[in-house]
């Protein structure tokens, strides 16, 4: 239990290095968009490889990192920035898809079409 406490805090602190660095917002957003347009959910999984292995390749993470060792040297590892890149990806998913179900709940009330 212990353990995967430990796991849970080091991807969290993960995210919160990727969401510093922007590339995770983007990954974010790219992730609503698909969720609210109603793409299929199979784009998720690959948007969350690409965003990892673009991380891992191309981004410099030392700026931000100095604060997080533990989680610095986790994303130093390419697995496990796929696995963080896919719990953005997930997350952004269901935002979108729930942004669109809220709005287009919220623009069939008589009450928001007069507003």
């Known amino acids: 239990m212990l353990k995967l406490i430990r796991f849970i805090g080091l991807v969290s602190q993960s995210i919160f290095i990727q969401f510093v660095h922007l590339f995770g917002l983007i990954a ?7 969720g609210y ?9 690959i948007l969350a490889v690409v965003c990892g292995v673009v ?3 191309f981004i410099d ?6 604060l997080l060792e533990k989680a610095h040297n986790a994303n130093q ?6 696995l963080v890149y896919f719990v953005i990806c997930a997350v952004g998913y269901v935002a979108g ?3 669109r179900h809220y709005l ?12």
């Open 77 to 82: 590892r390419g697995g496990f920035l796929i």
């Open 104 to 115: 287009k709940d919220r623009a069939g009330t008589p009450a928001a079409a007069k507003k």
């Open 37 to 45: 347009f109603r793409l299929p959910s199979w784009a998720v999984p």
């Open 61 to 66: 993470e030392s700026a931000v990192t100095g």
């Open 55 to 57: 991380a891992d390749k």
């Open 97 to 99: 898809a729930y942004g």
């Open 28 to 34: 974010f957003g790219i992730a609503a968009a698909i």
